[in-house]
C-alpha cells in the first residue's frame, strides 16, 4: 500500500513502524479490529468511514485512551480505554499514528509515508559520504561486499521504506545474514537518527528509479 508524503504533526516514521508492531501484537488489536485491519468485532480501520473517532491523528489517540462505552458503540461492542491492554502513552501515541496511515493511501507513485524529496537528496549525500555506504554496496549501490541495492531483490530490508530504516538502524548480525557479510548498527558509522532517515530514503529511491 503506498502511503501519504506527510505525517501528522508530532508524528515519526519510527512511531508507525512501533504501532504497526503493538496493533498487530502487544496491545491485541487485531482481536476486534481483525489482522488486517479490514474489522471483526471492531470497524473497519482502512476506509474513510469513521465511526467514533473521526479520523484525525488526534481524535484516533483519543479515542484510544478513552474508548468507546457500549451505549455510544455503533456496532454495539464497546472498547475499554487502550483496548484493554496496558499500554504506555508512548505505545497509545503510535497506535494511533499507524491506524490514522492505514486510512490515508496515495497514489501509487508518492514517496512513502514521512519522506520527502528534500530527504532522498540528503540521503545521497549521507551514502557517498559520512554514512561511508560505498564502501560496502559501491559507488553506484550495485554492490561490493554488500548486496545490490538498485533492484528489487532485498535480502534484509524487504524493501519498505520503513523496513530499510529498521536495517539500517540495527545493521544486519551475522546469525542473520544472507549473504554471510555482517552489517554494523548504522553500518558502522556514527550517522544521527535524521541522517538514518535519509540515507533509508536515498536507498528506497534507488530500487524506485531503477523501474522496479
Not at 548504522?186 to 540515507?199: A, C, P, T
Request: hydrophobic letters at 35%; a negative charge; one cysteine or more.
Amino acid at each position: 500500500m503506498a502511503l501519504p508524503e506527510q505525517l501528522p504533526p508530532g508524528v515519526t516514521p519510527m512511531m508507525v513502524e512501533l504501532g504497526r508492531g503493538v496493533f498487530n501484537g502487544t496491545g491485541g488489536c487485531i482481536t476486534c479490529h481483525g489482522p488486517g485491519a479490514g474489522g471483526a468485532l471492531g470497524p473497519d480501520l482502512t476506509d474513510e468511514d469513521w465511526w467514533h473517532a473521526k479520523g484525525s491523528y488526534l481524535a484516533i489517540m483519543n479515542r484510544i485512551l478513552e474508548g468507546v462505552p457500549r451505549e455510544e458503540s455503533a456496532t454495539g461492542t464497546d472498547m475499554p480505554p487502550r483496548g484493554g491492554a496496558p499500554l504506555n502513552e508512548e505505545q497509545v501515541q503510535a497506535v494511533a499514528a499507524y491506524v490514522w496511515t492505514l486510512s490515508h493511501p496515495e497514489s501509487a507513485d508518492s514517496l512513502p509515508l514521512g519522506v520527502t524529496r528534500d530527504l532522498v537528496v540528503e540521503g545521497d549525500l549521507v551514502f557517498h559520504g559520512i554514512g561511508g555506504c560505498v564502501t560496502c554496496h559501491g559507488e553506484d549501490a550495485t554492490g561490493v561486499i554488500g548486496p545490490n541495492l538498485t533492484d528489487d531483490q532485498w535480502l534484509h530490508a524487504k524493501g519498505s521504506y520503513l523496513a530499510i530504516v529498521q536495517t539500517v538502524l540495527t545493521g544486519v548480525p551475522h546469525e542473520q545474514s544472507k549473504s554471510g557479510v555482517i552489517m554494523p548498527p548504522r553500518g558502522g558509522s556514527e550517522i544521527s537518527d535524521q541522517q538514518v532517515y535519509q540515507v533509508a530514503a536515498y536507498v528506497w529511491a534507488l530500487s524506485q528509479q531503477a523501474g522496479h
